[in-house]
């Protein structure tokens, strides 16, 4: 399963709120909520919130079996 609970710890790390999260890459709450949960995201999207937080696609999620 993927996670991402490390996304949250990387945007508190560096004072993102989720609504400048949300300004910068473009997305819509919706996608927000499905982050939050666990649930799949579009790779374009990774690709959007990793250059928005300047970080590594292992600073925003990971696998746990």
């Known amino acids: 399963m993927i996670i991402f609970d490390k ?3 990387t945007m508190k790390e560096k004072n993102f709120s989720t609504y400048r999260l949300r300004e910068k890459c473009d997305i819509d709450s919706k996608t927000i909520r499905r982050l939050k949960a666990n649930e799949n995201v579009e ?5 959007k919130i ?3 937080l ?3 696609i292992t600073d925003i999620m990971e696998f746990k079996k």
């Open 7 to 9: 996304l949250w710890i």
């Open 43 to 47: 790779t374009k999207t990774l690709d």
């Open 54 to 56: 300047d970080c590594d």
């Open 50 to 52: 990793c250059t928005a």
